[in-house]
């Protein structure tokens, strides 16, 4: 599994996520606390939004913790919106290319999570690409590639609604296929306007995701896990929800796969932090 954090409010430099926190993602790099892997150290990745439409990038496979580039970019550049992201990898080789976040456009998007017997699902998911969006895959993951579908299935027009018909088209697929159904899925992406973020699993095990508010008055951070130890800060979103960061707030609600029902999200244990953190209760 791998680690992630993103910002949206007013600008700040990328250190306040990626390296000064006592438990930042360089941190989680070496030693996460809540991920099934403590060490992600399979490549890492940032992407920052500025003056232009498309964002910028800057990706490797060295560990996260060994890059000392990493540590000067994020304490340079400043930004409203930002997504960073430190990778184990559970398929595809350790390669720039596999390294998120995977950026089209004006689209950035990054992802915690895997697709069950993806070596089978490969090709006919690969095959719903039009060829524009075809020749735009250059890794070898299946986060890229669901990126990729999400794009596929109107990202620009509908996010949350294109997301959901990626990951049911995914799981209709593996039935089809008579292979056993596991999506997993908590993935950031952002237009460079706002910032979504999605958990989800077919099994109810979707990889972590947490809030709280940062930076100015105004701003956000979403995370695969805290950045510090005060707990009461952070606000667990439940199994089962969608994100929007934006102009006017935080707004989380329910979220399914297309053409699968929607079910009450899990009840986090966090709850009662939602409050505390100003997040809207789903």
Not at 193 to 199: G, H, I, K, M, N
């Amino acid at each position: 599994m791998c680690r992630w954090a993103a910002y949206r409010g007013e600008p700040l430099y990328l250190e306040e996520l990626v390296t000064s926190p006592a438990h930042s993602l360089i941190e989680q790099s070496h030693c996460a606390t809540r991920a099934k892997t403590a060490t992600n150290g399979d490549g890492f990745g940032i992407a920052w939004y500025g003056d232009r439409d498309e964002p910028g990038r800057y990706r490797d496979i060295l560990p996260a913790w060994s890059d000392c580039n990493l540590r000067s970019i994020a304490r340079q550049i400043r930004s409203r919106l930002f997504l960073a992201h430190v990778r184990a990898a559970t398929g595809g080789g350790t390669r720039r290319d596999n390294c998120h976040p995977f950026v089209h456009g004006r689209w950035a998007f990054m992802h915690n999570g895997q697709i069950g017997h993806f070596e089978h699902l490969r090709r006919p998911m690969e095959n719903m690409l039009a060829d524009d969006l075809y020749a735009a895959r250059t890794g070898t993951t299946d986060s890229e590639l669901l990126f990729l579908l999400a794009l596929q299935f109107g990202l620009d027009r509908d996010p949350l609604g294109a997301v959901a018909e990626a990951l049911g088209f995914v799981e209709r697929l593996a039935e089809q296929l008579s292979l056993k159904v596991l999506v997993r899925f908590t993935a950031a992406f952002s237009n460079g306007e706002d910032l979504y973020a999605v958990r989800y699993a077919s099994d109810r095990r979707a990889p972590t995701l947490y809030a709280a508010p940062m930076g100015p008055q105004g701003g956000y951070c979403l995370v695969s896990e805290p950045l510090n130890d005060d707990d009461n800060a952070w606000a667990e979103i439940p199994d089962g929800s969608a994100v929007i960061v934006g102009e006017n707030g935080v707004d989380v609600r329910l979220f399914g796969a297309a053409n699968a029902p929607v079910r009450e999200p899990v009840v986090a244990a966090a709850s009662s932090a939602k409050v505390a953190s100003g997040l809207p209760v789903a």
